[in-house]
């Protein structure tokens, strides 16, 4: 088992730390290897543990910095605060991540519910991104007025494979942002074409 492995439903660290994240080496070639490696988990039908291990290792791939920043939380408990609570797929700052095999419109339906009641459970709710993903599709959500609305999206691709770097050290870096107002302004002027 290596460290990126955590038993379901038991919450468990991931060392994928970092500072300022830069995309080491060469962010194409990286990024051809997890997509080839995502696209042939998801082929086996294998569990969503085994999507996100492979996302949070290419994460640690390709932004070596990841490795001095507080861990990714795995299978975190959000207690029910406010609605019912369940456990997050992964939790790193104000990032909530939850993870499907594919992106269909029944996952895509149970992901939402499940980040939007993780998302209403937090304590400054107006702070927290909720990231939807199969480990190529990539939709962030946020809580506005109490109901979930997607703000962002990636479809990892080589072909813009800059654009992708850009996107997720963007999200990596305001990860532990106090304000998610603040992270929306940072973003919008990092990258003018995001959603949010």
């Given amino acids: 088992m290596n460290e990126t492995e955590g038993l379901v439903g038991k919450p468990k660290s991931v060392n994928i730390r970092g500072g300022q994240s830069q995309m080491g080496g060469d962010c194409g070639s990286k990024l051809q290897d997890y997509l080839e490696q995502s696209r042939s988990i998801r082929q086996k039908g294998t569990l969503e543990d085994s999507v996100r291990d492979a996302f949070l290792y290419f994460l640690r791939e390709a ?11 795995l299978e975190k408990c959000v207690p029910a605060l406010r609605v019912h609570g369940g456990f997050a797929d992964a939790l790193y700052g104000n990032l909530i ?4 095999r594919r992106l ?6 149970d992901g939402k519910e499940q980040l939007k009641r993780y998302l209403l459970n937090q304590p400054r709710r107006d702070r927290y991104f909720g990231i939807l993903t199969d480990g190529e599709n990539l939709e962030v959500c946020a809580l506005r007025d109490s109901e979930l609305e997607e703000i962002d999206g990636l479809r990892l691709s080589v072909d813009c494979a800059n654009k992708c770097k850009l996107w997720l050290d963007c999200y990596l870096r305001k990860a532990t942002c106090a304000d998610s107002q603040r992270c929306r302004l940072a973003l919008r002027r990092a990258q003018p074409n995001f959603l949010v």
């Fill in 63 to 73: 932004f070596p910095r990841l490795q001095l920043a507080e861990p990714f939380e």
């Fill in 97 to 100: 991540f939850e993870f499907k």
């Fill in 104 to 109: 269909d419109d029944n996952a895509r339906t």
